[in-house]
């Protein structure tokens, strides 16, 4: 068994028409025609090269928490991997030609809250294509209940809940693992005073070569994961970037930290923290996580969790905004 960890993030999922106001979407119709109806319609949605695909076996309704989950996969035919045992040649993976590789996302919507949260896979769907996905999907419900859009329909975006309080939080941290920084003028930053020597260092280097944009990142690697950057050397980082946004300099800066190495990684965009959070389960070699299996860990770890308490979370951040 391994032990893996599953990130989620959470959504407003809206709906944008062309001369109207952005409204809340209610997925709530959607979801239960989907699992009242299953198959009523294709769940494929063609994306590039790559292909989104409904799971209608893996959607569900959990009454005790009232809160509803459906899974999509993202279907690839290229880049396909080798089998391989050791000490022997690799041999090709032989797919049909309807046949293709999986990958999969778990959405969950909370009803009480209008608040869809989408379960991250670095090999599955991006939000965007999770959006494209969804806005075909609904069209194609919108169909079979007889209130086509034809004329004039709406498109799904996912606004991203912003965790208010990130920023705060991750000064706390004990463990700094990578620290990325932006910059698209760095004449903009010569003459500003800045407690980073990191960062005045960069801003120096500029100067003596005539660049101008600018990327730092620096790194743990794969250093002990207990091992941190400097404390007060990130943390001064966060301070002067803050400091330089509020002067409406163009700058960004991602932070990877955690409280201590007993807790997770996490991951935070410092001028727009979205709310985030995770779970980590037991998973077993050369097997799939089930939807059903995620869906359990993460009410049981991470929403309903007495002392994480994500609902608890969400709902004070949407009554504060």
Not at 6 to 17: S, V
Not at 44 to 58: C, F, H, R, T, Y
Not at 312 to 317: A, L, M, W
Request: glycine letters at 4%.
């Amino acid at each position: 068994m391994a032990r893996q960890l599953i990130r989620f993030n959470y959504f407003k999922p809206k709906l944008a028409t062309d001369g109207e106001e952005d409204i809340l979407w209610d997925m709530k119709p959607f979801i239960e025609f989907i699992l009242a109806n299953p198959k009523a319609f294709s769940g494929a949605v063609v994306l590039g090269d790559e292909i989104s695909d409904l799971e209608w076996n893996s959607c569900g309704f959990d009454e005790s928490s009232n809160l509803y989950y459906i899974q999509l996969s993202k279907l690839r035919s290229k880049n396909i991997p080798s089998r391989k045992k050791i000490n022997q040649d690799k041999e090709s993976l032989q797919l049909s030609d309807d046949e293709f590789l999986g990958e999969f996302n778990l959405l969950i919507f909370d009803p009480e809250t209008n608040v869809l949260i989408t379960q991250g896979n670095f090999y599955g769907l991006t939000t965007k294509q999770i959006s494209m996905s969804l806005s075909n999907l609904r069209l194609r419900f919108k169909d079979e209940i007889e209130e086509s859009e034809e004329e004039n329909p709406s498109v799904i975006f996912l606004q991203p809940i912003i965790d208010k309080h990130a920023i705060a939080r991750v000064k706390t941290n004990d463990i700094y693992r990578k620290v990325t920084i932006k910059g698209a003028d760095y004449h903009e930053l010569a003459n500003e005073e800045l407690s980073s020597s990191t960062l005045s260092s960069a801003i120096s280097a500029l100067d003596q070569v005539n660049g101008v944009n600018f990327e730092i990142t620096i790194s743990m690697s794969r250093a002990s994961k207990e091992e941190s950057l400097s404390q007060e050397e990130v943390r001064n980082m966060v301070d002067d970037i803050i400091d330089l946004k509020e002067k409406s300099l163009d700058v960004s800066m991602n932070l990877t930290s955690r409280k201590n190495e007993e807790n997770a990684i996490e991951y935070v965009d410092l001028l727009t923290p979205r709310l985030t959070s995770s779970i980590a389960v037991e998973v077993e070699n050369r097997s799939t996580i089930a939807a059903e299996y995620i869906f359990q860990n993460f009410k049981s770890q991470n929403y309903f969790d007495p002392q994480i308490n994500m609902r608890g979370v969400v709902r004070s951040i949407l009554y504060q905004s």
